[in-house]
């Protein structure tokens, strides 16, 4: 099982979550790569079994990094590479209306006109999930300088666990996919 965690993240807080998302696929059974946006390429995407896409918010939509990853993706949308593939979303924002769910949302539009299968981020409801818990993926609001993006927060514990959980998750979905009989086959 091979996983891929791309994060497009200026400042760090993006990034921080990834690692989390990472360390769970990881604890799942997966051998697992974390790749900044911008080192990624199309062939990262087509060796691997599941991927994590997630990017800063900038004004509810991703941040370039992640825009010109899309941009070098039309060949393998085209040729169907990633189709029948597993994904998860991730989002970071520095307030707690700034347009998470509508970036999360972004990207997982972008994987199903891959063909890709995306997994929720729902869970039994904990104190955990009730504060910081989001449907469409994992996500964090980190506080950031006024005047420049800088990093000056972190996500949360409860923000990092969640982020741990839905590594595992989408990783358990695509090994049980994986090893399902006759193999899943969407072309
Ligand atoms: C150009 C720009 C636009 C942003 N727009 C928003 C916004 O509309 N709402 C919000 O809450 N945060 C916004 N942010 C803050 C970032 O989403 C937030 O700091 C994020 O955690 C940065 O993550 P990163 O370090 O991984 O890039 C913006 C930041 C920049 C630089």
């Known amino acids: 099982m091979q996983t891929v965690v791309v994060h497009a993240s200026a400042s760090g807080h993006t990034e921080t979550l990834a690692n989390a998302i990472a360390q769970g696929a990881h604890a799942a059974g997966s051998h697992v790569t974390v790749l900044p946006a911008e080192q990624c390429g199309p062939d990262h995407l087509v060796a691997a079994d599941a991927m994590f896409w ?9 941040n370039l990094k992640m825009v010109h990853l899309f941009e070098r993706l039309g060949g393998i949308w085209m040729a169907g590479g990633l189709q029948g593939k597993v994904g998860g979303v991730f989002a970071t924002t520095s307030t707690m209306h700034g347009g998470l769910e509508t970036v999360l949302h972004t990207l997982i539009d972008a994987m199903m006109h891959h063909g890709m299968i995306v997994v929720p981020n729902t869970g039994a409801f904990t104190p955990e999930r009730i504060r910081f818990g989001c449907p469409y993926g994992a996500a964090a609001v980190v506080e950031t300088a006024v005047d420049l993006d800088m990093a000056v927060g972190q996500p949360t514990p409860g923000e990092m666990q969640i982020a741990y959980e839905y590594g595992q998750r989408v990783v358990a979905i695509a090994t049980q996919m994986r090893s399902a ?5 969407a072309r």
């Open 54 to 62: 997630g990017t800063s918010s900038y004004f509810g939509g991703p």
């Open 181 to 185: 009989q006759p193999p899943y086959t």
